[in-house]
């Protein structure tokens, strides 16, 4: 059986079956990383050794008849972003490049705990800031469907190795889109949850308010069995939201039924301004919602046009905060031969963060001096605040909006690296979304004439993940975007 036409619900229902060992599937996965990731460029790190013994363990217990969890024995991937008590945790920074975390972050433990098998580690922008994975400080990873264009980003590595089959299902990160992008460029399924869904305990953090931890599938299926893992609360995170205020559903459970009733939101001015081939795909899904029954209602997101802007400000202030704990002192790396004291803070963050790094630090620095934290930071506040508030509006209009995720497919490696404000505004459509806090997944949902793989992007209102997944899935049901795969990474046999 070829082990790249299974999902990763199939594949842990082969291995419970005892009709595939996780040790096999394990053993094809790892080699095939070893084929192609030398052209994709999607981990940072492979645990080959340590993945093998976990499938081995899986196995083990499955004949021994011990029940096993949810992902049993399947291969998954984790952003460089979370912490692993196992290799290193590097956020795609030379800062920590050698740093090893004491520690799981909750999200890896309870993939761990559902038994699943952690291959590795994948490549990001550094401190999840960009859009392409270009401004990881460790790696180039590239796009599996044209291997001259960017995966998206931040969480590249991740959509890449979904999209390459280099694993079932991934990890990644989502502060303005990081989930959501890639995943339309790779062709894959993303989804970013409620903020507040998923502990950020061990989540390196880059913009506090906005971060937010998200599975990559092949499927929706998958999609939301990854987040039936990994959602709930957790007291090592304050902002986790509580079980009573907002249980952990079964997104399964009713994944198949059509939403009754359903009413898609659309914003058409918005949806403008992204490329026509874009455009005709999501207009195209739309129309595929109404064919099914659905009503579709046009709402007005006023200021959805100035999230860009106070995403800008908040992320960089939140995120220069943040950042403040790499003095190579705490954390990472140290410059060797200091004159002083203020020169080991100094020298350690010259030498070690990146261009977009300390771009970011010093917008943020700025927002929050004394005499500007009215003029920007505060605003932007304000502003945040609108966005949210159209989105509550237009909420009780429709069940879901739709739009897309980037105004363009993949663009080429380069194309946009030294164009700060140009990278900035690929995220236009998924911005908003983090700001307001609410769950966004983006679906595979057609090809521009290159071949490039299109994303849908479905918004819906705090922990509405349930009909937002059934949503994703009614779409998915109606086509065959998601069965295409990357020619150029060929297929795995087992
Ligand atoms: N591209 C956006 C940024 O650079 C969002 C990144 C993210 O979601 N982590 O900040």
């Known amino acids: 059986m070829s082990l790249d036409e299974l999902t990763a619900i199939e594949l842990r229902n082969e291995i419970v079956a005892k009709r595939i060992g996780s040790v096999e599937a394990t ?31 899986v196995d083990r217990r499955i004949a021994a008849g011990e029940t096993v969890g949810l992902l049993a024995g399947v291969p998954v991937a984790v952003k460089d972003v979370m912490c692993t008590s196992f290799g290193a945790t590097t956020c795609g920074s030379r800062i ?15 993939l761990l705990t559902a038994d699943a098998v952690v291959l590795g580690k994948t490549n990001m922008d550094e401190f999840a800031m960009g859009s392409s994975t270009e401004n990881s400080g460790l790696k180039r990873t590239v796009n599996p469907w044209d291997t001259s264009r960017v995966p998206g980003g931040s969480s590249g590595g991740s959509a890449a190795a979904v999209a390459a089959r280099m694993c079932f299902a991934a990890l990644g990160s989502d502060t303005g889109g990081s989930i959501r992008q ?4 790779c062709g894959v399924v993303g989804l970013k949850p409620t903020y507040g869904r998923i502990s950020r ?29 990994i959602a709930g609360h957790d007291p090592a995170d304050s902002t986790s939201v509580a079980e009573d205020v907002a249980p952990v559903e079964d997104y399964l459970a009713k994944l198949d039924e059509p939403v009754e009733g359903l009413r898609i939101g659309v914003a058409s001015a918005f949806n403008a301004g992204a490329d026509p081939a874009v455009r005709q795909a999501v207009d195209q899904a739309v129309d595929g919602y109404r064919g099914a029954g659905a009503q579709v209602v046009e709402v007005a997101m006023p200021h959805l046009d100035y999230a860009i802007a106070a995403y800008y400000v908040i992320a960089t202030a939140e995120a220069s905060s943040n950042l403040a704990r790499y003095d190579g002192v705490h954390y990472g790396h140290r ?21 977009e ?25 304000k502003v945040r605040n609108l966005i949210r ?58 090809f521009d004439d290159a071949g490039l793989p299109i994303g849908l992007q479905l918004i819906g209102p705090a922990f509405s993940e349930t009909k937002l997944l059934r949503i994703a899935r009614m779409h998915e049901a109606r086509t065959d975007w998601h069965t295409r795969r990357p020619v150029a990474v060929g297929q795995i046999t087992a």
């Open 201 to 229: 305990y061990g989540l390196v953090a880059y913009g506090s308010s906005l971060d937010q931890i998200g599975p990559f599938g092949r499927t929706v299926a998958d999609t939301a069995l990854m987040l039936k893992v």
């Open 96 to 110: 920590l490049e050698d740093f090893h975390a004491p520690y799981d972050a909750t999200a890896v433990r309870k």
């Open 27 to 57: 053993r094809a996965i790892l080699d095939r990383i070893e084929r192609i990731d030398p052209t994709v460029g999607a981990y940072l790190s492979v645990f080959r050794d340590r993945a093998i013994q976990a499938a081995e363990a």
């Open 357 to 381: 790094v300390k771009r970011r630090i010093m917008l943020g620095t700025y927002a929050l001096s004394s005499g500007y934290y009215d003029a920007y930071y505060l605003k932007a506040l």
């Open 389 to 446: 508030g159209d989105f509550v509006k237009a909420f009780e209009w429709c069940d879901c909006i739709a739009m897309p995720v980037a105004p363009t497919t993949a663009f080429k490696l380069g194309e946009k690296v030294d164009d700060p404000l140009k990278m900035y505004l690929s995220d236009i459509y998924t911005i908003a979304v983090n700001l307001a806090g609410v769950p966004g997944i983006s679906v595979p949902c057609g």
């Open 335 to 355: 410059t060797k031969n200091p004159a002083d004291y203020v020169e080991v803070y100094s020298k350690s963050r010259e030498e070690a963060f990146g261009q």
């Open 182 to 185: 890639p995943a339309s460029f």
